[in-house]
């Protein structure tokens, strides 16, 4: 079926530095997620991004966090600079429409702070 | 505000037995509900949705029945496997609403 693929799968760094976390869509999908789960809670939703631009957000999404999509490469979550608290597992989804439809999920990144 | 409620947080059955786990939620204007199952490690996938024009949606051993007057749902598996275990999340969205909302996560564990 249709794949989400996430770079890296595993990301350990220092506390204030800055990471970004890479999506590939599906390449037919036009609706994109973040999620952030912490190991054995549910699925927090961060942020969705159309058409170039975020159209809804989560209190998690702090300011310290950004995403874009510069010409139909990746799709990137940015956080600059990091916390200790940013330690998760972050999921990327897409899905063809919005959110009424059903998203696919990508592997996950798994960011470690120290 | 927890917009999507499930219960229980975790459930054990023995192989064959019908497991059922439960889902409410808050906002009337949401009108598709997928149901994902997350295997340890492993990302979510969906399972089994359903949108309020039925009560009940059926997929193999999986079945959805929903109340909408309650605003209820939940998830029967019958004949429940071992390759079952696995967390289950029930979530919600739509009606304007850009934003998917998963539940807490019921955890099931089917005993050989």
């Known amino acids: 079926g249709p794949k989400v693929l996430q770079i890296p799968s595993h990301q350990i760094i220092d506390m204030g530095q800055m990471v970004t976390l890479n999506c590939d869509p599906v390449s037919n999908h036009l609706y994109f997620y973040w999620y952030k789960q912490i190991l054995g809670q549910q699925m927090e939703f961060l942020v969705n991004?159309?058409?170039?631009?975020?159209?809804?957000k989560s209190k998690l999404f702090k300011d310290q966090f950004s995403v874009e999509r510069p010409d139909g490469s990746y799709f990137t979550l940015k956080i600059q600079p990091t916390a200790l608290e940013d330690s998760a597992v972050y999921f990327c989804?897409?899905?063809?429409?919005?959110?009424?439809?059903?998203?696919?999920f990508g592997p996950g990144t798994r960011l470690t702070v120290l | 505000q927890q917009q999507v409620r499930q219960s229980p947080q975790s459930l054990t059955v023995w192989e064959g037995e019908t497991a059922i786990l439960n889902c409410s939620y808050e906002d009337s204007t949401f009108d598709y509900f997928p149901w994902y199952w997350q295997f340890p490690r492993e990302s979510p996938a969906l399972l089994i949705a359903i949108r309020p024009v039925s009560n009940k949606k059926e997929d193999g051993r999986f079945t959805i029945f929903f109340n909408k007057r309650e605003k209820k749902l939940s998830l029967h598996i019958t004949d429940s496997q071992p390759g079952d275990s696995a967390t289950y999340f029930c979530a919600a969205s739509g009606g304007g609403n850009y934003k998917p909302t998963f539940g807490k996560g019921t955890s099931l564990v089917v005993h050989p």
């Open positions: 989804a897409s899905s063809t429409l919005w959110s009424s439809y059903e998203q696919y």
């Open positions: 991004f159309y058409n170039g631009k975020v159209m809804e």
